[in-house]
């Protein structure tokens, strides 16, 4: 594997070369790097697979942050003004972030990041390779790729080359992702995640928002960006972008972190040789209790007037509805055609469509008692939008 027999700085210098840009100072994203690829050394018993695919991963997002480090240094404006942002969705994941996420996206009024965008945000200078076409076809094989590997993800979370992605996927290019760590058991590197002070990381975030909006950001609709992931940094996240409102969705934790255990299962597996299912969902359970413990401490010091809540069972119930309300809670309007279209997309779109995902909570040793025990302050503090 990369951390067995290639450095950090020779897989940056493979990076430098397929990306075409001149070696500049070494990005910062490679601290973190250092720890992800120490961490699967120590635990993440990789087999070939995984081996192969955790280079590929490194390399890829490292030319990702080669390319944006270059145009920082060639277009030092964008530095100089912040992407508008007006909401973000999070909350622990299987919560419902993802539906309120393909509804929004559907609003002309707002922007979402895409697949297409968020694999590749800088775009090489080639003409050809750095067009839009060209970039979805690359999105479009990539998915392929990914959906041979982890072909339960068609059921557990639909995606598409050009449908709404989560912003994790930009800070997978600073290797500070929750995906990252679900994708790889990791765990020094998922101790420090969760943790750890991601003021670089973000600001980094803003700048590649920054450059996909290119010229047109007076003209460009302010963003609306979604990720689980961002639960444990929502000090962080509130600083970076001032203006965006955070809806925190909630649901039941045992049914929310027994569908999480069974996704990180989904997408670890092709990578391991050795997969334990209570080991996954202890760690499940412990990143739930330090993220929600953070997000609750991080809502203290912000105020209550930077977020809306969303129950789960309201948005099972009619998802549209859940979405206007929170439009009319930051002073916004749901126009009455783009919810006409969000009902037809519902329609068409129910739940299960794909597959249902089944999964069984002692499977995982999440007995209810433990993780009602270890959510207990979350609980107690949202028990109104909780069963």
């Excluded at 916004?332 to 068409?348: F, I, Q």
Aim: aromatic share 6%; glycine share 4%.
């Amino acid at each position: 594997m990369p951390g067995n027999h290639l450095s950090e700085v020779a897989l940056l210098e493979r990076a430098q070369q397929r990306a075409g840009v001149p070696a500049a100072d070494e990005p910062g994203a490679l601290v973190n790097l250092r720890l992800l690829l120490a961490s699967c050394r120590r635990s993440a018993a990789l087999n070939q697979v995984g081996e192969e695919v955790l280079e590929k991963v490194v390399v890829r997002h490292l030319v990702n942050a080669v390319r944006l480090a270059d145009q920082v240094n060639r277009h030092p404006d964008l530095l100089a003004t912040s992407p508008a942002v007006a909401l973000v969705i999070t909350g622990l994941p299987r919560t419902g972030t993802s539906v309120l996420h393909k509804l929004a996206a559907l609003d002309p009024s707002t922007r979402v990041l895409q697949l297409w965008e968020a694999l590749s945000p800088v775009p090489p200078d080639s003409a050809g390779a750095g067009s839009r076409s060209s970039r979805v076809r690359s999105a479009e094989a990539w998915l392929e790729r990914y959906l041979e590997l982890v072909p339960e993800m068609r059921a557990i979370h639909v995606l598409s080359a050009e449908g709404p992605e989560e912003c994790d996927v930009l800070l997978q290019n600073e290797f500070a992702s929750q995906h990252l760590d679900d994708m790889f058991d990791a765990r020094d590197y998922s101790r420090w995640l969760y943790r750890a002070d991601l003021t670089r990381e973000y600001a980094n975030l803003a700048v590649q928002l920054r450059v996909l909006e290119g010229d047109d950001q007076r003209r460009s609709p302010p963003w609306l960006l979604k990720s689980p992931s961002h639960l444990a940094h929502l000090g962080t996240l509130a600083t970076t972008f001032p203006e965006a409102v955070i809806v925190h969705c909630h649901r039941d934790p045992a049914e929310a972190l027994s569908s999480w255990a069974s996704l990180v299962c989904a997408v670890r597996r092709p990578y391991t040789s050795r997969l334990s299912l209570p080991a996954v969902g202890e760690q499940v359970l412990q990143r739930a209790a330090v993220a929600t413990g953070r997000a609750l401490a991080a809502r203290e010091a912000l105020g209550e007037e930077r977020f809306v809540d969303v129950d789960y069972r309201c948005l099972v119930r009619d998802p549209v509805a859940v979405l206007a309300a929170v439009y009319e809670r930051v002073g916004r309007h749901l126009d009455g055609e783009v919810a006409a279209t969000m009902r037809s997309w519902m329609a068409h779109n129910p739940q299960h469509k794909h597959g249902r995902h089944r999964y069984d909570p002692a499977d995982f040793g999440l007995e209810l008692t433990r993780v009602n025990d270890a959510l207990a302050a979350y609980r107690d503090r949202f028990r109104t939008a909780l069963p």
